[in-house]
């Protein structure tokens, strides 16, 4: 297994530029999230799937959109990018549980400037 | 008052010095209690878990939880270079995220360097 993947791992973008981060999961994992990490600020959830067809918000929905049409992807889309939308995103996955904490398995992260 | 503080660090230690990472936490309705390890330019793993107050303990790593002082700690014995890395505490509740999945609260990560 692949595990999470993210493509691209770097990208460069210039403010009012639109881009989509991928990710895909091989696990047939149904609970899918995008975080976005910045320094001293720790992991902040911005969308979370629990299913195909089904997303919600997390703590920082704004500038961001997201789609979730089959298991496997669950890509994250930028409309108009801005200097504070630079972070490193990372994608991740799990199997729901009918009790307990789910373990989430992280991609390796994409790396966004915006400049 | 950020939910969960962690000292960010840099914390040197020496091989084979035991480390103490710790995390304090403000919300009472934390239930399960992470630590994840993240190796520079990788997404973070998750290391061990414990649910609600206790020890437990996987190897060199030991998780505690002291839920009336509301603070977590994660000891590391016989470090070695190989557990250079940031590592995140993290914390949900049992509640869950609409639909299903648990919302996790990180730290901000404390990194770690095991020197020889």
């Known amino acids: 297994n692949a595990g999470v993947t993210q493509t691209p791992k770097f990208r460069i973008l210039k403010i009012g530029q639109s881009m989509t981060l991928q990710c895909a999961q091989d696990?047939?994992?149904?609970?899918m999230y995008w975080y976005r990490q910045d320094p001293g600020m720790g992991l902040k959830l911005i969308y979370y799937?629990?299913?195909?067809?089904?997303?919600d918000k997390g703590e920082v929905p704004n500038g961001y959109n997201v789609s979730r049409s089959t298991t496997e992807d669950f890509p994250l889309r930028l409309e108009l990018a801005a200097p504070s939308q630079t972070s490193v995103y990372f994608c991740?996955?799990?199997?729901?549980?009918?009790?307990?904490?789910?373990?989430?398995?992280f991609g390796p992260g994409t790396r966004l400037l915006v400049l | 008052q950020k939910e969960v503080e962690q000292d960010p660090g840099p914390l040197s230690v020496p091989e084979g010095a035991i480390v103490s990472l710790n995390c304090t936490y403000s919300?009472?309705?934390?239930?399960?209690f992470m630590w994840y390890r993240q190796y520079s330019r990788k997404g973070p793993e998750l290391l061990m878990y414990?649910?609600?107050?206790g020890n437990k303990e996987d190897g060199r790593f030991t998780a505690q939880v002291d839920k009336s002082s509301k603070y977590i700690s994660l000891f590391i014995r016989d470090s070695q270079p190989s557990d250079s890395a940031t590592y995140l505490c993290?914390?949900?509740?049992?509640?869950?995220?609409?639909?299903?999945?648990?919302?996790?609260?990180f730290g901000t990560g404390t990194q770690l360097k095991v020197e020889l």
């Open positions: 991740a996955s799990s199997k729901p549980r009918d009790r307990g904490l789910e373990t989430q398995y």
């Open positions: 696990m047939n994992h149904n609970y």
């Open positions: 799937s629990v299913g195909a067809g089904i997303t």
């Open positions: 919300n009472s309705a934390f239930q399960y």
């Open positions: 414990t649910y609600s107050s």
């Open positions: 993290a914390m949900s509740a049992e509640i869950v995220l609409t639909g299903g999945g648990n919302k996790l609260t």
